[in-house]
């Protein structure tokens, strides 16, 4: 029996070594045909430094420092001028178990293939542009008698670039740190056919969580870049106060579809808490989106966003374009940010929604129904959002009440006044007192400049240009002030009837009484007076323009 048992031994070790001998003189085999059908699959040079093979629980194989080459980088093609020469894949690891059992003819099924710091650099669609050349060498195996079928792949610590042909645009980046790859239908993963993936990246501004799922393919071996491409996403926890001057928690859902260079994207987003860092004051800020974007460069066009702000709701179209330094570090470009340019449309809104977002002060300083439209213009820069943008438009404001029980009570007075019943101002209630405001205006460098305000009360109209400071909420207008009563009517009593000489002064143009008026201060502690250098050239009949900032 010891002799059996020894002999079992010997026959066992020898059989182990035999099959090592084997596994290692297969390695040459397997990697070949790896690189071979790589090669054929993506039309493309290839290379693999390591590759080897073990036998624990099935077949286990480990490769490392494999690299896959664009198409047109194949030998006997010529490469677009100032390509890249960079591998279209590489791959620092890679890691598959297969069954020892298989059967001539057929390929070899493996259930999942593991990756790591995969790296993916996709020229610019101009280098997939020239005349195809001869397919690459390969092994002269027409019926190989090792092929693979890989049901699922999974990647961690991918890096995707994706460069433009485009002068000044910088590539787009995007790290992955998971990602998963299964055939749509169920069968193997071949480029031939429509995949089915999962991702999970870190979006770098604003930074935040984005998980995606859906479908590729199939793949385009002479453009990998018109691939077609959708599925849908979340991004959840995206911190906005990664742009400098505003901030907030953004999450926001929706799909895509179109191919890796060219994506329609529809999509809502939900910033429960935004605000200009400068002022402090939050809002909730709702979109839904219907954008094409050219990922070769990140270049967004919104067409159009609905965006809803507070109460308010306003439409805009335009784009986002990323803007590049050329003499960045090194003397390479950077980016520098990116320039927005929307046609914004405000329908249905209310004045205070807006005035809360730009007022450090919990109470807006006027509230009413509004609608604008305007031209929004905020370049990339350093300084804060609130002083890069950059407002032209006009407006319309109905049913408006000012805040400051001083400003709205001079408001009554003026209304009352204007119509003649100096008697009801004790008794009257400014809460009842509306106006209307409608002009035009630019806002640029944290000031809104109103060059033709009409402000219009029952008995009264008021026609201003000036300024108003949004940080310091200064005032700085001058103008007219129109009234229907003549000065004896707005006075009144005993003191009218003494002023009635006074009424042709103050008459002009079938127009009871028109007074010069500024206003100034701030709008915390408001001023208002009658201008009277310009009512003594009234009266000679030598009025000047009117000028903003003059104190009575």
Do not use: C
Request: aromatic residues 6%; without cysteine.
């Amino acid at each position: 029996m010891q002799w059996v048992g020894g002999g079992l031994l010997v026959l066992l070790a020898a059989s182990a070594i035999g099959v090592s001998i084997v596994v290692r003189r297969a390695e040459p085999y397997m990697r070949a045909r790896i690189v071979e059908a790589l090669g054929t699959r993506f039309n493309a040079r290839v290379e693999l430094d390591n590759f080897h093979v073990s036998l624990v629980d099935g077949l286990v194989a480990e490769g490392r420092g494999l690299r896959i080459w664009p198409p047109a980088e194949v030998e006997g093609v010529s490469v677009a001028a100032g390509g890249s020469g960079a591998p279209l894949i590489s791959l620092e690891q890679f890691r598959f178990r297969a069954p020892l059992r298989f059967e001539p003819g057929k390929p070899v099924s493996i259930s999942l293939v593991e990756l790591k710091g995969l790296n993916i650099h996709m020229p610019p669609k101009s280098h997939f542009g020239q005349q195809p050349g001869p397919p690459p060498q390969t092994l002269p195996a027409a019926h190989p008698l090792l092929s693979f079928a890989v049901a699922e792949l999974k990647a961690e610590d991918t890096h995707f670039v994706l460069e433009t042909s485009k002068p000044g645009k910088l590539p787009l980046d995007f790290a992955l740190s998971r990602f998963t790859l299964t055939n749509s239908t169920g069968g193997p993963i071949h480029a031939g056919s429509v995949m089915h993936f999962k991702a999970e990246l870190t979006n770098p501004r604003p930074v935040g969580l984005i998980h995606t799922t859906g479908t590729i393919g199939p793949w385009t071996n002479s453009d990998p870049g018109e691939s077609p491409l959708s599925g849908d996403y979340t991004f959840d926890h995206a911190d906005l106060s990664t742009f400098k001057g505003i901030a907030g928690i953004l999450s926001s859902k929706g799909d895509y579809q179109g191919t890796l260079r060219d994506l329609i994207v529809d999509g809502d987003t939900d910033t429960p808490d935004f605000r200009l860092t400068h002022f402090g004051n939050t809002m909730p800020l709702r979109t839904h989106f219907h954008a094409k974007v050219d990922a070769t460069d990140g270049d967004t066009w919104l067409e159009p966003v609905e965006a809803t702000l507070g109460h308010s709701h306003f439409t805009a179209q335009g784009q986002v374009v990323r803007v590049i330094d050329p003499n960045g570090p090194d003397g390479k470009p950077i980016g520098k940010g990116h320039d927005i340019a929307l046609n914004v449309n405000v329908s249905r809104a209310r004045i205070e929604d807006f005035l809360r977002l730009t007022s450090s002060q919990p109470t807006p300083l006027l509230t009413g129904g509004l609608t604008m439209k305007a031209a929004l213009h905020i370049p990339p820069g350093p300084v804060p959002v609130h002083r890069r943008l950059a407002l032209n438009g006009h407006f319309h404001l109905d049913q408006a009440r000012f805040s400051s029980d001083k400003i709205q009570g001079r408001i009554t007075d003026l209304s009352l006044r204007g119509q003649g019943r100096p008697h009801d101002l004790k008794s009257a209630d400014p809460e009842a007192t509306r106006s209307i405001m409608d002009g035009d205006f630019q806002m640029g460098g944290g000031v809104i400049a109103l060059p033709a305000l009409t402000y219009s009360v029952p008995g009264a109209l008021i026609e201003l240009k000036g300024d108003y400071g949004v940080e310091g909420g200064t005032l700085n207008f001058a103008g007219t002030a129109k009234l229907d009563a003549t000065v004896s009517q707005m006075v009144g009593g005993v003191f009218g009837k003494l002023l009635k000489p006074a009424d042709r002064i103050f008459k002009k143009d079938g127009v009871g009484t028109e007074i010069p008026i500024n206003i100034g201060g701030t709008r915390e502690s408001p001023s208002f007076g009658i201008d009277f250098d310009r009512l003594r050239h009234k009266s000679n009949n030598q009025a000047p323009p009117p000028s903003p900032g003059q104190n009575p």
